[in-house]
Each structure stands twice: as C-alpha cells, then as structure tokens.
C-alpha cells in the first residue's frame, strides 16, 4: 500500500521536524484519519522527497518527524507547452492536470489572435497542478507562467526542438516522425486554430510544422495526444 503524499513547498533539506500546513494536516488528519506513528511522504516540488513520521495529529498543525531526505534529479526531458486559454476554463483545467501527470515541465498560456477566454485564475490554475503533481506522486512542480501574447513568446524561445502543431493546408512533418529532444518545446493553438501569419512568423522563428493525424482535434485533446506521443522516458 502507498504511503500518503503531501506537497509543502516550504520544507528543505537538513529539517527534522515540520509542521504540515492547514491544508495537509485537515486532509492527513481528518480525512486520511491518520495517527501519531504513521508514515507520509513529502516533497517540496524542487525535487525534494521527505519521508516522515506523524508526531502531533493535529487537524490544524500536525507535526512530523523527517526520516530521511532524497534530493532527486530534475526529469532529463525539459517538456515545454505553449498552449492558447480556452473558452471553457473546466477544459482547460482538465489539461493542466493531465499535463502534469505526464510529466510537462512547463506551462505557457497563449493569447493567440483567435483566442476567446475568460478572466484566467492562476491561483486555481497553480491548485491544479499541485494536485496532479501529488496525484501522480512526483517530485518536480511544473512552472506555470502567467498568460503570454503569442507573437512576443515564440520571438523569445531558445528551446533546442520548436514544434507548432496546425490544421492548415500546409507541408507538416507527421509527429510519428519526429525524435523527440530532451528540450522541446509544443505549440497547440485555440479553437479555430492559429491564424495563418501567427503559423508564418513561427516558422520564421524556426518553428517546425507538425501534423497530429487526420482527424481535427479540440485543442485540450491535441495538448495531451502531443505530448504523450513526445515524452522522453
């Protein structure tokens, strides 16, 4: 049986106790109905993983006892979306988190030409995440960064393989053929996809066209059909 996992960013390496915050400790105490002496894992969400010991069961503070530390390695794969906001705020949370499970390193919401959104809330956005994070039980919080117009982000992209996927009529190279690098970055447009000089002035800035099957996706599909074919284990 697993031990129960908790994200706490403010643990670090060389503590021997801590005390859980509100959060973690209503949800270890009063719904995990977690005891003084049982076992939970920690991470900080900078590669930290604490296990630990519970020593005060409190529902507001409940203390633990670090038994051991691990700093882990950062994933070998830096795994970049570039993705346009969604109308539907539920699809695009659906995302966020399935992203994380698969092991996205960082998120970049886009204002494309032919977005349509609503106010983006990035304190539930970033909940998303850490819930995914723990759900899946890694040790590395993806960065989530605030909503970016399109043209000035793809201008400052340094990534060493830069993919924009597209429905247009245009040469692509299919995503079966392509080799994933360990530092990639994917663009997936909004709904109506990304207007024809958003696709030029990507090229322009060394993008390369990728085609992601015959079938037209909806943008939050396309996100996770693109990355799970991208991953690098």
């Known amino acids: 049986m697993s031990v129960p996992y908790f994200y706490e960013p403010l643990i670090a390496t060389g503590m021997t106790q801590f005390t859980l915050s509100e ?28 296990h630990a010991t519970i020593q005060v069961a409190h529902k507001k503070n409940a203390l633990v006892t ?32 399935k992203a994380t499970e698969i092991g996205v390193t960082n998120i970049t919401p886009l204002i494309c030409e032919r977005t349509i959104h609503e106010r983006f809330k990035t304190e539930r956005m970033q909940q998303i995440i850490q819930s995914a994070m723990i759900q899946s039980q890694q040790t590395w919080l993806p960065i ?15 990534a060493t393989q830069k993919l924009i996927a597209h429905c247009a009529p245009l ?38 066209p990728i085609d992601l099957g015959p079938t037209r996706l909806r943008t939050e599909t396309a996100g996770i059909f693109a990355l799970s074919c991208l991953k690098n284990f």
């Open 66 to 97: 670090i038994t051991k530390s691990v700093q882990t390695d950062p994933p070998k794969q830096k795994l970049q979306l570039g993705i346009s906001l969604l109308k539907n705020a539920v699809r695009l949370e659906w995302l966020f988190e």
């Open 144 to 158: 989530l960064n605030e909503p970016t117009p399109f043209e000035p982000f793809i201008s400052k992209q340094t």
């Open 23 to 50: 959060t973690s400790s209503k949800h270890c105490v009063q719904v995990l109905r977690m005891d003084v002496g049982e076992q939970i894992d920690i991470t900080n969400g900078l590669g930290g993983l604490f």
């Open 171 to 208: 040469s692509k190279t299919s995503i079966q053929s392509i080799e994933p690098s360990n530092d990639l970055l994917l663009l997936i447009g909004p709904e109506g996809d990304f207007a024809p000089l958003e696709i030029e002035s990507a090229i322009a800035n060394k993008f390369t």
